[in-house]
Every structure is written in C-alpha cells, then in structure tokens.
Nanobody
C-alpha cells in the first residue's frame, strides 16, 4: 500500500504563485508515473501535469508556461510550481501515482488540496 500526502494549497490573488507538494510513502514500491490533476466545481477532473519514469513530462495546454512539475526521487516527492495563477485555476488539486509493487501496477490518489485564486 502507498499513501500520497499533498500540501501547499491555499488562497492567492491572481498573478500570484503557489507550490504544491505530494509525498509518497509505503514499502517496497517504485513510481512509474506521478502527476497532478484538478477538479473544479461543475467540471470533470482534468490532467494538469505528469511525470513518467524516464523523464517524460506532459502539461495541459492551459498551464503550459505557467506551471512546472518536478520531482525529488530521494524523497519520493513531486512538486507543482504554479506561477501567474488565474481565477480559472481554482480547483481541488489531486496527486496521482502509478506505482509498481511486487510485479503489479497500482494507482493511488491523494486526498486533494484546495487552490483558490481570487481576482
């Protein structure tokens, strides 16, 4: 079993910045892919940014040039640096990881962290 714990959400004015963190903990696992999704009221949960083992990174078009995903392998932690925030970035942000344990792949989600951008 793997646990994902997110932190770093909050309230910020438009144009401001926030950094989200997602720490993965557990026993004997490796991360195949990890990333961030967001769920705004009345909308579906959408991909924001993902990192795949080996270095491939993908961003949603709406955040390219403003958000940066990065990772610390030693800490099993992924970060999302969010700059030039807009009110439309307001959402609950979730961390998702695909991990490899004992020959099988499993998907885990964090509990979510609220990001609110005021105009």
């Amino acid at each position: 079993h793997v646990q994902l714990v997110e932190s770093g959400g909050g309230l910020v004015q438009a144009g401001g910045s926030l950094r989200l963190s997602c720490a993965a903990s557990g026993s004997s696992f490796s991360i195949n892919a990890i990333g961030w999704y967001r769920h705004a009221p009345g909308k579906q949960r959408d991909l924001v940014a993902t990192m795949i083992s080996g270095g491939s990174i993908n961003y949603a078009d709406s955040v390219k040039g403003r958000f940066t995903i990065s990772g610390d392998d030693a800490k099993n932690t992924v970060y999302l640096q969010m700059d030039s925030l807009k009110p439309e970035d307001t959402a609950v942000y979730y961390c998702k990881a695909i991990v490899h344990i004992g020959g099988f792949d499993y998907q885990y989600w964090g509990q979510g962290t609220q990001v609110t951008v005021s105009s």
